[in-house]
């Protein structure tokens, strides 16, 4: 697993546009948990694609427990 570094405001890359995912591929799935373990890791409810640089539709959450 990979832990991205996140990205703060005002962070060029936040103010962008997400695009929609079309194709859930194989690469798409590990970037996914990355994201989710990169959510965990800083210990958050939930994080998007772009708060790691990937102006991708993608948010994460889990409120079951501490992120």
Do not use: C, W
């Not at 997400?18 to 373990?37: G, H, M, Q």
Request: aromatic share 14%.
């Amino acid at each position: 697993m990979s832990i991205y570094e996140v990205l703060h405001y005002p962070h060029v890359l936040l103010k962008k546009k997400s695009t929609p995912i079309v194709n859930f591929t194989d690469e798409l799935r590990e970037f996914v948990k990355n994201l989710i373990a990169t959510g965990y890791e800083f210990e958050g409810g939930g994080i998007a694609a772009a708060q790691v640089g990937v102006n991708k539709r993608i948010f994460v959450s889990d409120f079951s427990k501490t992120f």
